[in-house]
């Protein structure tokens, strides 16, 4: 599926994740909804995008900040997304007693919907370019460090603006490789409840095999409704419901928040890509997945407290296998070294470029070569507890609030404070026993790779025995109550400095270190890079011109392709699936897990119309984070409910390649088939199709 | 499917094709009936084979010599085959009026049963171990062409003899690259009548894009009753038909005629095949599809008279295709050379061994590399013409016959003169139009590949214009009336001689450029590959023992293993398919060619229980001629019908790899249920099911 992968590995993410631009060819690109590829557009498909479609479009789109997209698709608020993409406010909602996750969930009445813990969703309701102002920051600041605080200072500030004077949510985002700087202004919603989803086997049929597959048989939704003041929101900006769907070779879009590629990594950033992060994060993932499954053997509280983990590594393990072997692929390192030596030969054959850029892909080779050897300090420092990470945010907000915002860490700007606390706040269950796992679990990794020396390790041990010094810290601490974190808060440095809550003092030990190891990655490493990436981008526009799109940031583009199926197995897959192959695929495994049907979609056998579309694949150029992504017809009507791809897709991090990269989605025919027939929600499927 | 690939390219074959033995793992192997691996059997499976059990289900086996196997299904001589085993009789009773490939075919009663005008089956009913008679002919012989014809001259004694002992069709066989050669006694049956065939669409489900490959829907079933002196035949020896079929994990056998492997080959013959015979092979049969296709489009006549001719040419090129992959596939040729390298080490190792095998190999190489230049004249020295190859076959015969049987070319032996006349007298109708259509696209094509000037080129066309000299040809012959071939056999050498057939005289003109190609193949090449590949036979004998298969000769074999899914896009496969999924499929394709259902099939869709397993996946090992086989379980009773192999089967011409090489069948369940609810077949059913 199509869960953001960055969101499992932010520090990783923060270092090695780039943004950039390049020459596409057919149906490539996630493109920015002030650069769509409208000759293209017009040339292909004989489709002129109005500014009132795509505002309209736009206005329709939202992040849900678990790692998602969404759609709102009815005037009172409805809101599309995946399963998976609720499954984590699922999950939260869960108890002994009700486990929404395993059975389902559908209200009837709005006084029955259920308020999810934790989630912020956001519109994108403002872009403004902000290029010149953040790179006249850095104008005549020769040291590269201070160039870059600079640059972060501005970017602060103009967030800080915008929230004060328009009170939205503020982001500035790099795009292009910082070629340029945009202003995001996002309206944010935190009151999101949800209203209806299947059983988790019926939206995950076929489980950790089918992931990341096609062809599908999943009923992959979950309808929340998004309130404001305690009143479903009356949005005029929704996508009006297409039963009948697209047909193949149509025109769609997919309006989302693809989370992260490289594919404007430079060779010698794949390489060390390929060969240094890929086989240890594949290994970090691996020690989780198993400690994890032989915690869920325990009982079924353990199975449910640590399910949606579990599905959430798996997930991340089958899309990192996918993107290794890519790297390994040869034909795909080619494509990548041909792409570079084209770009790399133009810029030297024009003696201004030349002069400019020349030098940027030796200047990124040796950061690179610089960064290798710390790899696996970032990957293995890690307590894999929700609580230490908790801790380590209490200790570094009260610091960081008291400085200047534009001198802060970066998460803990005046304009992102808002969200920040949401998420610090959150009243969602911490499971003690889950936490001493996974805790365990990384600390003896970080011993196994990094030595019982490695002051990370020592600073949350001190030289005791892993096992009973993670005993102490978990069963001591008061952070699984979020009056608790409150409290802290509020109390600022004194309070977090006079607490003697062990994890808070692990995380006092702990912090010095994390800072230095930031400031170092960012004077000696970001500092190069930042602008090294920035003259790549450069080059590339002086090039190719800004017929590109940038790489992914977990911010809303527009994809767009035709519904299509594609060579596989030594022959085609169907452009679309029906009913009759979910009924097909569980009977050929004996109706054996994963490939079981539920009680509630067995029961509805007669009733089903078996041929009806189910889910369907096309080939608009989608990433993790476009689950739950609207697939849009030309009158800009939904056809469809993003929330895979196939296992070709899986290189998409690195490349596009249209023969064979499908998104795979949910057809609308097939959620109402389902809603009406297998959930008895008639009423659901009434207010999506607009009948009364 | 599983059609045996030689057949279209016997010359080719008859060069290239060898046999040998390996050590095998796992399910690997086509064993011969006498050479069970019965420890890994009882160890694996717990199954003693005996004797009795050995020998029903040999006699309950059956080869057609179209190409394919099939196995006796009822007491009164019902023969279970492949629809596409059928196909070619199925298209030579074809006529404007009835065309039962596309409509197919049902006799309720026995009188409607319809006689196949050339089909011969065979019952291997005697094996006997030659070896010492055939090795002891070349005591002492030191040319080596002389040895090779000393040898043939004893293999066609030993056939003759037994012929005439026994009245039974009589084939001296080489085993393990000569190192044992096996007389095989056949019972033949000629009077061979359909009784039911499918609808084409039914059986070929999914057509050319779907053909190798898996999960499938297929019904490609055939039933002919099989006769004697007027009289359907009562065999004791027939399978019991369990309709309830074999669960995953079920051990099951295969008994069929694989048609050939190259296992054995050397890396020298592997690279020959991937680097000039594979693109040749490949060029030379799309160059005939493209024509073949063109011509279809002219019309309904066109397009039933030329249609099994593409089918088999598309099964044909898809095959090549995937075989070419395999020897592209670096993991595949890794280890093909550990292999060799393995042996070559052994042998080195043990002087006694190096001193009579160590040459071997580069004995082969270097024959290879005198054979690569010649391997162009080949394949490009085809006429493409049935009435050609007839022509040149009567213009041999007659001369052959006249010679002692040990000095004649090896197909005009005495002992196998009944079933080439059979053939060669066959009333299937021969089209004219087709003919010109492949006779013009073969010979354009050896005049590009090997320039106007070669000889064979000329003696067609003697200088004239392709075009024009093949319709002079064809027009002027009186060939396709069998009539007038029987009457040039009678009237002997004299009569070819002094005949103005324009067809007969071509033959006349190339016989001697054939023959003078023969024996240059023979003396320089075959005489030494031949020994070689002998000396590399009792090379594997010495070092791996007799654990060992040989390499496929279209003779029967048993392969056994389970019924088992496998990894394959991204998931697994799962281990059989139900008629839901046929559905599915279609309604996948909107119920598009190849992916439409039949008139029949849709309207069955209320009866139909839509659960019952349709086709099933085992890891028997099969190749090409396996078409038709039975899958037999521990009882001895039939669960299964070959049908076909998924695309990773392409590589086993070359290796067999357990996890992901499957064999593909129509499951008894299915073939029942169709018979049943789709065809108003229930008689036939009954007689299947034993039910009177």
Known sequence: MQIRLSQCLPMLAAVLLLSGAIVVPAEEGMWTFDNLPVKQLEAKYGFKATQEWLDHVRLSSVRLNDGGSGSFVSADGLLLTNHHVARAQLQKNSTAEHDYIRDGFYATTEDQELKSPDLEINVLVGMKDVTERVQNATKGVTDKAQALKAQEAEIAAIEEESKKATGLRSDVISLYNGSEYWLYQYKAYTDVRLVFAPEQQAAFFGGDPDNFTYP????????????????????????????????????????????????????????????????????????RITAAQDFAKQGPDQAREVGSTVFFLQNSLKAYQGRYEALLDKSVMQKKQDDENDLRSKVDANPDWKAAYGDAWNTIASVEEQVKPEIKHQLFRRTGSQLFTIALELVQYVAEVKKPDGERLPQYHEAGLESLRYQLFSPAPIYTDVEKMFMKTSLNLAVEQLGANDEFVQAITQGGDVSKRVDELVDGTKLTDPKVRQALIEGGEAAVAASTDPMIMAARRFDPIWRANYKHIRDSEESVLVPAEEELGKARFAVYGKNAYPDATFTLRLSYGTVDGYPYNGTIAPPFTTYYGLFDRSASFSNKAPFNLTGKEAAALDKLDLATPLDFVCTADIIGGNSGSPVIDRNGDIVGLIFDGDIESLAGDFVYDGTKNRAVAVHTAGMIEALRKIYDADALADELEGKE
Chains 1, 2 share one sequence.
């Open 216 to 287: 599908r048989y999943d009923i992959d939704m979950a309808l929340y409704r998004v309130y404001e003041n305690g009143k479903p929101v009356h949005t005029e900006n929704y996508l009006k419901w297409n039963t009948r769907g697209a047909a193949p070779g149509d025109l769609i879009f997919v309006s989302g928040n693809p989370g992260s590629t490289q594919r404007q990594d430079t060779m010698a950033q794949l390489l060390v890509e390929r060969d240094t992060v890929e086989p240890a994060v594949i290994a970090y993932l691996q020690a």
